[in-house]
């Protein structure tokens, strides 16, 4: 098959024809107005997005665990570009939880004129390169990846969903939001969870006890998770993902990327990354080099 199989573009975006449409994102763009108690998650693919999506109603709603016990989680903290986004908005009572894998320029003009926050997660790249390849492998709506050396280099050109990983980043850390957005890291969710809770719940403005911080932190954990028929994605059609090939909730670790790339695919890497981040104000909170974490984003 080829890639226009699977993919359309949409002003140069690379986006899946199974979950989005042209009707889907036009909608989003034009028709969509935002609140100004909104809660927006924004990451790349394969950044934390199903974590968000678990940890944001139970902020919003003081600890209650109803929406994520029976409510699936797409329906629950809807894509916002997503095809199933037109019929769900209707039904999501406010503050309402939202998530989008968008860069920051197509965002609409409701969301600029609004008092919505939004919470960008970012991940190190090199985790979301693998992350994404089982992604692709177990996904019989995206392009075969091909080998591990042919994915490492779709993934570095923005041959996939959502384009380059540098484009999206750089387009969140331009923007004119001011206290409306904060900075978080995949890596800084797995180090303290709870503490990530409590900076996401106060920037929401919730007051959350400790007992409830802690609640929201456990049944948040990537084990609960798992476990959790409505957040797992097992109740997904075969058609449309092969758990065989890969669990969609697979490890929920940081640094399974030195299982992964060969000391030259790494090099290779952190080039073209250094490369298109030259000369930026934001300073990456991992090095591509090396295996330390920083825990805040110098934005």
């Known amino acids: 098959m080829s890639i226009d199989e699977f993919y359309f573009m949409h002003h140069g975006l690379v986006l899946p024809k199974e979950t989005h449409s042209q009707e889907s994102v036009r909608f989003f763009g034009q028709e969509f107005t935002f609140k100004d108690d909104d809660a927006v998650a924004v990451t790349y693919p394969k950044s934390g997005t199903i974590w968000m999506q678990e940890i944001l109603p139970l902020v919003l709603n003081g600890g209650d665990l109803t929406p994520i016990h029976t409510i699936l989680n797409w329906d629950r903290v809807p894509w916002l570009e997503e095809k199933r986004f037109q019929t769900l908005v209707d039904q999501l009572a406010s503050p309402r939880a939202l998530v989008t894998h968008l860069p920051y320029q197509f965002m609409p003009p409701s969301f600029f004129s609004s008092k919505a926050k939004v919470i960008y997660v970012m991940r190190n790249p090199k985790d979301v390169i693998v992350s994404s390849y089982y992604f692709y492998q177990m996904a019989k709506f995206l392009e075969d990846p091909g080998s591990w050396d042919e994915f490492i280099g779709k993934f570095l050109k923005g041959r996939v969903m959502f384009g380059k990983w540098t484009d999206h980043v750089k387009s969140w850390m331009h923007t004119q939001l001011g206290d409306r957005i904060i900075y978080i890291t995949y890596e800084q969710m797995i180090?303290?969870?709870?503490?990530?809770?409590?900076?996401?719940?106060?920037f929401l403005g919730k007051n959350l006890s400790d007992e409830v911080i802690e609640k929201i932190a456990h049944h948040c954990s990537f084990k609960s998770m798992q476990s959790n028929v409505m957040s797992n994605f097992s109740l997904v059609s075969d058609k449309y993902m092969d758990s065989s090939k890969s669990q969609f909730l697979r490890k929920g670790v940081a640094g399974d990327w030195k299982n992964h790339f060969s000391s030259k695919q790494l090099a290779h890497i952190s080039s073209v990354i250094y490369k298109e981040l030259e000369g930026e104000s934001?300073?990456?909170?991992?090095?591509?080099?090396?295996?330390?974490?920083?825990?805040?984003v110098d934005a």
């Open 191 to 202: 180090q303290d969870l709870p503490a990530t809770v409590r900076l996401i719940s106060e």
């Open 282 to 296: 934001f300073a990456l909170p991992w090095s591509l080099d090396g295996t330390a974490v920083v825990t805040n």
